[in-house]
């Protein structure tokens, strides 16, 4: 069997995807089983100048520094010989279970465990996010379900927020069917595009199918770009909040949209569930730049009712750090703020009250 770095021995192929193929191998230095994300030559020969490998090892490392429990970790970064070339690698954490996209093959999901797994997501993306760090492939088939929850697969392709594309005349990175419609456009790809990508995964569970119908995957991206998804159908029970906040995300414009940590608030709360969110220090929070929508500054007028601590970095907030019992809120939905400080002053951990 083949070993790559002198330690990861290649077990069998899990699958093949238009950019590489991931094994599962053995790590021999640890004793435990990794996947491996092996670039394709194919790509790798067509990133030129700066190269596959540089892009893959930035990429890789900014990857590395998220430390989520709906994150599945990036281990290492590594090249294998092939002719004439050093292909990238990536050595993964190995999840057991089935993706999203298996269970969405025999449609729609029931509503809460959709929104559940949403929430889920948008708390990875929202950890992933206050790094600075875009995953730009959102989808059922990146997203893993084990017993203990939701894990986002692929963060090894993830990028700096506005990195641009190695090869901008190229094909955009993504799945076409969650690409958000401005990255066709050429533009970098930013917390926005990725949550455009979760509105369309919300929708798909919602009702089993994407928010446009289309013919082709040209007629697709037409659609996506220039027509308004088709409204939900009515789900008994469901909360007009999670109706509202998935048309949100579904806007063409990346500045109507909310951010991941509103959406994992708003989502978890609906469903009286649980999610860590980051805690941003609100003295970095104020110095950087933000882009918030209208939606997002009428949600930030309500009034916070929790104070975050005072200094040190943002941090994974865990269960009782604000102070209330565990899981407790006195807020409902409605009165989510929408800009990472103000997000944040509400809770870490959250359920419905």
Known sequence: MRTLGGRYRLVHRIGVGGMSEVWQGHDEVLDRAVAVKIMSPAVESALEGMTGTELVRT??????????????????????????????????????GHTLNDHLNGGALDWQIGVRICAEVAAALAAA???????????????????????????????????????????????PAYVAPERFEGLPATPATDMFALGVLLYHCLTGRLPWHADTQTGLVEAQRYADPDPLPPIEGLAPEVIDLCSRCLDRDPLERPTALVAALLLAESVDARVYVPLVNPTLAAARPQTRSTWDQRAAEAPTDAALPAGGAPEPVSPGASGREPGATGHGPADLGADERSSAERVGRHRAG
């Not at 490392?61 to 998220?66: I, P, Q, Y």
């Not at 430390?67 to 599945?72: E, F, G, I, Q, S």
């Not at 206050?130 to 993830?158: Q, S, Y």
């Open 59 to 96: 990429e890789a490392r900014s990857a590395a520094r998220l430390a989520h429990p709906n994150v599945a970790s990036v281990h290492d970064f590594g090249t294998a010989q092939s002719p004439g070339r050093d292909v990238p690698y990536i050595v993964m954490e190995l999840v057991d």
């Open 129 to 175: 996010h206050a790094e600075h760090v875009v995953h730009r492939d959102i989808k059922p088939a990146n997203i893993m379900l084990t017993p203990a929850g939701a894990k986002v697969l692929d963060f090894g392709i993830a990028a700096a927020v506005g990195t641009p594309d190695p090869d901008p005349e190229g094909p955009v990175m993504g799945t």
